[in-house]
């Protein structure tokens, strides 16, 4: 395990170096965060505990970890979403990341998310992360 | 960029889902099928598909961003570079097993746009959508059987499998009515730039590269 947590820390490192300055890895998945839900704390990710909260009051105490950027990013928690027929704001050839989860679909639109890189949204009822 | 957790602090790689300092350390989190497409594209494959609203107070910071564009800073920031392929050019990277492969998009293009593989032995096939360009991959097991796919000709994303001679989307959504609602199994992939995939992952091969 020492080896594998060295390995991590070590390829974490050039990838943060990396995107502090750039922001963007073209790199996007979509992470269920139920294995979480399985840790001591019983938490997902922002997915769904933190209703409410505005940008301003995320949390700031993981800033001090000196061994990672103090830059942040300000993620979308259960961001507010509009039915196809009233978008307005996408052309047709406009980038979408888009997900499906037991039958519902959600369409993410890049150019928001690389801004904030990160949404903890609830999908056909699972919590999961987008990232981009 | 890493992410944290709000309940535990613990830091966790975007590009894996897996968490590597803090309480959460070891942990994984599963991926899901995500399709990198245009607008108009995904609107024809889910019409009722739901969209970020817009109004979330930081309309302004919004813009276009063109990826895999040259731009050369990110090299300088890397503790090393793999220069076996450009720094920001784009790939589908494809994770099975211990295995790790990088399909370079504009090798895709060069492609029928459907390329059957085994990954560390297993039989997966990956799909290329010029409209979108972009790749996704899907195991080639459909209830204990291995299909081949063939790309289907059309403007639309559509391969059919060797069993049945289904017709799958993009998506891994099989559209042939008697099947429907039917998908494939999707197999961990999603774009990323290659100094990204290549940190993460230095011993990947490259498709088509010996």
């Known amino acids: 395990m020492n080896r594998l947590m060295t390995r991590y820390r070590e390829v974490a490192l050039k990838a943060r170096i990396a995107a502090r300055t750039m922001g963007v890895a073209a790199a996007v998945g979509v992470t269920s965060l139920l294995l979480i839900a399985c840790g001591s704390q019983g938490g997902s990710t922002g997915a769904s505990p933190t209703t409410g909260q505005s940008p301003s009051d995320v949390p700031e105490a993981e800033t001090s970890r000196e061994n990672f950027p103090r830059s942040r990013f300000v993620p979308l928690d259960n961001p507010d979403v509009v039915p196809a027929d009233a978008v307005t704001f996408l052309q047709p050839d406009d980038r979408v990341l888009g997900v499906t989860v037991n039958g519902e679909s959600r369409a993410y639109p890049v150019n928001m998310m690389t801004f904030h890189h990160v949404a903890n949204d609830v999908v056909g009822g699972e919590p999961v992360l987008v990232t981009f | ?210």
Do not use: C, K
């Open chain 2, 1 to 210: 960029m890493v992410m944290t957790d709000r309940q535990t602090n613990s830091i966790w790689s975007h590009l894996d889902g897996e968490a590597f300092e803090g309480p959460m350390t070891g942990q994984e989190m599963g991926f899901l099928p995500l399709i990198h497409t245009t607008w108009e594209e995904w609107l024809a494959l889910h019409p009722e598909t739901s969209v970020l609203s817009y109004e979330t107070g930081f309309e302004a910071q919004y813009r276009s961003v063109t990826i895999g564009m040259p731009n050369g800073r990110f090299d300088r920031q890397l503790l090393s570079v793999d220069d076996r392929l450009r720094s920001e050019e784009l790939i589908l990277g494809v994770m099975e097993g211990d295995a790790f492969v990088a399909y370079p998009v504009a090798a895709l293009e060069q492609t029928s746009g459907v390329i059957n593989v085994d990954v560390d032995g297993v039989p997966i096939v990956v799909f290329y959508d010029a409209v979108a360009n972009a790749g996704i991959a899907y195991s080639r097991n459909l209830d204990g059987e291995i299909a081949n796919f063939e790309r289907v000709s059309g403007t639309s994303f559509l391969a059919a499998d060797s069993i049945s001679g289904a017709l799958w989307d993009f998506s891994g959504r099989n559209v042939t009515d008697e099947h429907a609602d039917a998908t494939l199994n999707f197999v961990t992939s999603y774009l990323s730039e290659w100094y990204g995939w290549s940190a993460y992952h230095p011993d990947t091969t490259i498709y088509g590269e010996p």
